[in-house]
């Protein structure tokens, strides 16, 4: 009966560390689910002012070709008179 007993607390022992395994497990799956959830509920508001920054970005490369065309345009007046 000893021998039984002590593989029995063996076994007791082994499923209480397998229990804490589980436990910690399921309490990184509800962070990650919950990280995840945050991370999809932010990236289209991230997106949008990405676009956004883009269509400026944009707006300003033209506004600067423009103003060197007309800087270019002034300068030959200038070199003319």
């Given at each position: 009966m000893i021998i039984f007993s002590s593989s029995n607390d063996k076994d007791d022992e082994g499923a209480a560390e397998f229990q804490k395994c589980i436990s910690v497990l399921a309490d990184e799956v509800g962070f990650l689910s919950t990280h995840r959830a945050e991370l999809l509920d932010k990236y289209p508001k991230l997106e949008a002012a990405n676009e956004q920054l883009g269509k400026e970005l944009e707006e300003k490369k033209e506004l600067v070709v423009t103003l060197y065309k007309?800087?270019?345009?002034?300068?030959?007046?200038?070199?003319?008179c």
């Amino acid at each position: 009966m000893i021998i039984f007993s002590s593989s029995n607390d063996k076994d007791d022992e082994g499923a209480a560390e397998f229990q804490k395994c589980i436990s910690v497990l399921a309490d990184e799956v509800g962070f990650l689910s919950t990280h995840r959830a945050e991370l999809l509920d932010k990236y289209p508001k991230l997106e949008a002012a990405n676009e956004q920054l883009g269509k400026e970005l944009e707006e300003k490369k033209e506004l600067v070709v423009t103003l060197y065309k007309k800087h270019q345009l002034e300068k030959q007046v200038f070199l003319t008179c």
